[in-house]
């Protein structure tokens, strides 16, 4: 059965940190790229950040220079470095497996998401 469990959300003030891990299993999790995803409500999901298993790495440009995302493949972790949190940033993030080992293709595979609050 592959399960995504992310963990690491919660309340935190403007210009804040928080670090969010997405640990993962049932699958070959190193030949696989993973993606972080946020979602508002009645908003689409949308992509903040993705790491293929060979580390490369892409943003979404309204978080580019704030989150660095990094994966531990011994760990089969991966993780989402939050600093600078603005209240725009607010949302469910959610962790997903991408199709193979490059970050144009994703899955519908998710897991149930963690909740980050930034607010004063």
């Known amino acids: 059965q592959v399960q995504l469990v992310e963990s690491g959300g919660g309340l935190v003030q403007p210009g804040g940190s928080l670090k969010l891990s997405c640990v993962a299993s049932g699958f070959t999790f190193n030949r696989h790229a993973m993606g972080w995803y946020r979602q508002t409500p009645g908003k689409q999901r949308e992509l903040v950040a993705a790491?293929?298993?060979?580390?490369?790495?892409t943003y979404a440009d309204s978080v580019k220079g704030r989150f660095t995302v990094s994966r531990d493949n011994a760990k089969n972790t991966v993780y989402l470095q939050m600093n600078s949190l603005e209240p725009e940033d607010t949302a469910v993030y959610y962790c997903n497996i991408y199709a193979g080992d490059s970050l144009r293709f994703r899955s519908d595979v998710w897991g149930q998401g963690t909740l980050v609050t930034v607010s004063s």
């Open positions: 790491i293929t298993g060979g580390h490369t790495t």
